[in-house]
């Protein structure tokens, strides 16, 4: 059956008019929340215009892969929240990671990393780094002069953490950046821990008057700026335009792209991350705190905490002054290094005992989670810093702080029985 329509192009089939209908709404619709735009295909209005097509900022659009309304708008408010000038988005933080090795390092080339890096960081450049002919050598976190030393002519990228993986070291993040600027290498900080909000990645040293600033931040948004623990995503994000556009190049060859809906579910979290942050905190610190007084317990890391590793480094980075407009704090995660007298196989029973801390990887979202890490293997030589016995390592959720204290007491005595 055919169907006239009395408009242009003209239309016969139910199927064609379905598909190039005249209607568009009007263009002044506003809400607290941008609209949602998804593509592959990207329309141009002639071939003038396709011809001229401009990739390299934000003036135009391409194709799906390369930035619509909705990625553009989220990675201009990641700008924002860590106080950068460029933004890319990328599937999740590994692969964020992965593109800032595969874009500014090629054969021959190497890389520097903490002792206390993310895992699979240490794994991308142990894997396909090493067969590229990459080479990595690890350098001590808690030293800036091991850093310095490992410089080489050869060194083109540092990667950075604040607080390390797993062990929460707080490395003296200003030092270590002062030593990627005299010495001309660029550097990357892994910076979901900090979220931009506890300190700020591009002004190491606020009101002091030294610029100092990383280089590249790459945030892991699948932690706090997503919040539910039901979203992958990363991002890139730089300062320096030049910087942007060697990244910006690698990514787009790479192929990486993130879509639409991960990309609303991130921009709907993101208005909330300050406030959230502070919760996870607020209970971490206070759980951390009690664990202190656990005899179970050898060793709590947590960088608030007094005595843990790099204390002094946190407070001059995250703790503000009184009044000052830098938000500050730490993340919800906190490890505790159980006495060796105890079996891994009583740890793993007191891990399956908890009972509102699931048993899962990653962080920042609703629920709490707790993972045993065999730490003799992360680090083959066992840090000076850290006391014998069995990590485990907490990440805490939304819940309330005196239920989660309850259940980490009540899986407690599991250990002792
Ligand atoms: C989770 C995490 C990543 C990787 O993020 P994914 O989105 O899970 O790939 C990178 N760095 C740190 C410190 C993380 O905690």
Redesign the pocket.
């Known amino acids: 059956m055919t169907r006239l329509f009395i408009c242009s192009p003209p239309m016969t089939n139910v199927s064609t008019s379905l598909i190039h209908h005249p209607y568009t709404p009007p263009a002044d619709f506003a809400a607290p929340q941008p609209g949602v735009f998804k593509a592959s295909t990207v329309i141009f209005p002639n071939v003038a215009a396709m011809r001229h097509r401009e990739w390299k900022d934000k003036s135009g659009y391409t194709y799906g892969l390369h930035g619509t309304p909705t990625t553009f708008i989220l990675e201009e408010r990641l700008c924002a929240l860590e106080g950068g000038g460029q933004c890319l988005l990328a599937p ?6 992965a593109t800032v090795a595969l874009s500014l390092l090629k054969t021959g080339d190497e890389v520097l990393l903490p002792d206390n890096a ?1 895992g ?2 240490k794994s991308l450049c142990d894997a396909e780094l090493h067969n590229w002919g990459i080479t990595t050598r690890l350098y001590d976190a808690m030293d800036p002069d091991d850093l310095a030393a490992k410089i080489t002519d050869r060194t083109r990228l540092v990667w950075l ?1 604040a607080a390390g ?1 797993v062990t929460l070291e707080f490395p003296d993040l200003p030092a270590l950046q002062r030593i990627c600027r005299a010495r001309g290498v660029t550097s990357a900080l ?1 910076n ?2 900090g979220a931009g909000l506890a300190f700020n990645a591009f002004d190491l040293r606020p009101g002091s008057g030294e610029i100092l600033g990383v280089d590249i931040s ?1 945030h ?4 706090y700026p997503s919040g539910g623990g039901d979203v ?3 991002s890139i994000v730089t300062r320096d335009p030049g910087l942007h556009l060697r990244l910006k190049l690698g990514h787009m060859r790479l192929g990486l792209g993130v879509s639409g809906n991960d990309t609303e579910t991130v921009l709907r979290s993101l208005p909330s991350i300050a406030l959230r942050y502070r919760a996870h905190d607020a209970t971490a610190r206070a759980l951390a705190k009690w664990a202190t007084g656990r005899a179970e317990f050898v060793q709590v890391l947590h960088p608030a905490l007094a005595d843990s590793p790099g204390h002094a480094h946190w407070k001059a980075l995250c703790a503000p002054p009184e009044g000052s407009a830098q938000e500050g704090g730490a993340a919800g995660l906190f490890s505790v290094i159980i006495d060796e007298r105890y079996t891994q196989a009583q740890v793993d029973a007191f891990c399956d005992a908890l009972a509102l801390f699931k048993i899962g ?3 920042g979202g609703p629920m709490s989670l707790v993972v045993p890490y065999e730490l003799a293997q992360m680090r083959p030589r066992w840090p000076a810093h850290l006391k014998r016995g069995t990590l485990v390592r907490f990440s805490v959720g939304l819940e309330s702080a005196a239920d989660l204290q309850a259940d980490l007491a009540q899986a407690l005595m599991r250990l002792a029985g």
Not at 92 to 97: C, P, T, V, Y
Not at 220 to 223: C, N, P, V, Y
């Open positions: 999740s933080g590994l692969a964020a990671i993310y699979p960081n953490e993986s892994d979901t821990w790459v892991a948004l699948t932690k992958l995503m990363g990887y990653s962080w």
